[in-house]
């Protein structure tokens, strides 16, 4: 049986913030959400959350139904942190104690770790450049015999390279034998998760160490600027791992990853270009500079120009699209759509071949094939209350700055004459025009300012 403690009850004072630490995010996402997505792989039979710090926040921004939580209502240190999960925590099987504001930690590494507790303890470790201010591991034998915090070490000690992630899996019997023999006789008076390892030392149980792959996976996070670094190392590695699947980057420092990011081959992309979410782009994609792409599916040999905002939509192959475009979400674009400057798709199909390149908005609407779409014609979808559909036929030709009043029909091969209002169904193959006849009035005067 795995379970998996996670303790979140921390209230981040160096933050400067109201939100818990656990709740700041990293690439788009809170930390703790980054730990949870982790764990989810593991399928461990419980996770215990503790909580503490404006806990009614964390439990309202995380609502993982499969949840057990427990409350650390004063914060007495990371042992007394664990102590709280002991009343839902089995007497057999093992657990891995992890922390909310170490988010990184890979699941190869926790994998590994589990597979490494035979004897009753296994914990994460490693050898860092600076070990300065981290409890440092004590060996004799190569085994470990103690933790030792900079505070207290010798100054031999201190040139230990080995470090204390904090992150152990240990059985429930040991948990549940030593957790309540914890004092807190120490000079910050709290109760340390530390002391287990000199228990078991004592008790001459062997505790395993494995290292992570990379130190990312071990960093904590306790104030703005570790929040900032840890998100540009993040960043890099996972540029890294693209670039190394061959997509090109303009500049790799100047892309950020809020979420999953799938490339085909030869892609490319420009310089302050966001992805949010799961954006998946196929074959030979351009990513221009200065685009904001969130939860799209983008087809091969498609081209998205500088500064656009895509969001939850589907981008057919041989597309293009802006500069300055804006893809709401429920977008559906077929293959070689062209979708100029300025415009504005929202809940809308349009087919193949199809272009509005100017100035156009775009809503509720399913757009036939080849059709062309003049500079500022605009679907009015919206009467305050409800939204209507409209719909263009086949090659249909829609004249620039014309109003299309849903529900409406644009037949097949229909053209709609610039400027018009059209608030009935048009015929396919005909010019329809629905606007005044222009009049020239005599006499008229322009007003001027008096005095």
Known sequence: MLNIIILAGGK????????????????????????????????????????????????????????????????????????????????DGKSLILYGDVPLTRLDT??????????????LTMSVDNPFGLGRIVRQ????????EQKDATDAQRQIKEINSGIYCVDNALLHKYLPKLDNNNAQGE???????????ADNIEIKTISPTFEFEIDGVNDRIQLANLERTY??????????????FADPSRVDIRGILKCGSDVFIDINTVFMGDVVLGDNVQIDAGNVISNCTIGNNAHIKPNCVLDDSTIGADVAIGPFAHIRPKADIKDK???GNFVEIKKSTL?????????????????????????????CNYDGV??????????????????????????????????????????????????????????????????
């Open 12 to 91: 981040g004072t160096r933050m400067k913030s109201v939100k818990p630490k656990v709740l700041q995010t990293l690439a788009g996402k809170p930390l703790l959400r980054h730990v949870l997505d982790t764990c989810r792989a593991l399928n461990a039979d419980n996770t215990i959350l503790i909580y503490g710090y404006n806990g009614q926040m964390v439990k309202d921004e995380i609502t993982d139904s499969d949840l057990i939580w427990a409350e650390q209502a004063e914060q007495l240190g990371t042992g007394h942190a664990v102590q709280m999960a002991l009343p839902h925590l089995p007497k």
């Open 110 to 123: 926790l994998q590994n770790l589990i597979e490494q507790n035979t004897h009753g303890i296994s914990m």
């Open 141 to 148: 034998d190569d085994k470990v015999i103690a933790i030792v």
């Open 191 to 201: 109760y340390y998760l530390t002391d287990i390892i000199k228990m078991a030392v």
């Open 351 to 379: 087919n193949q071949g199809a272009k509005v390149s100017h100035l156009s908005y775009i809503g509720d609407a399913d757009v036939g094939r080849d059709v062309n779409v003049g500079a500022g014609v605009i679907t």
């Open 386 to 451: 409800n939204k209507f559909k409209t719909y263009i036929g086949d090659n249909a030709f829609v004249g620039s700055n014309s109003s299309l009043v849903a529900p409406v029909k644009i037949g097949a091969n229909a053209t709609i004459g610039a400027g018009s209002v059209i608030t009935k169904d048009t015929p396919d193959d005909k010019l329809t025009v629905a606007r005044n006849r222009q009049t020239t009035i005599d006499g008229w005067k322009r007003p001027v300012k008096k005095g």
């Open 235 to 248: 960043q890099a590695h996972l540029i890294h791992e693209l670039q190394l699947n061959g997509v090109q």
């Open 337 to 339: 759509v062209k979708i």
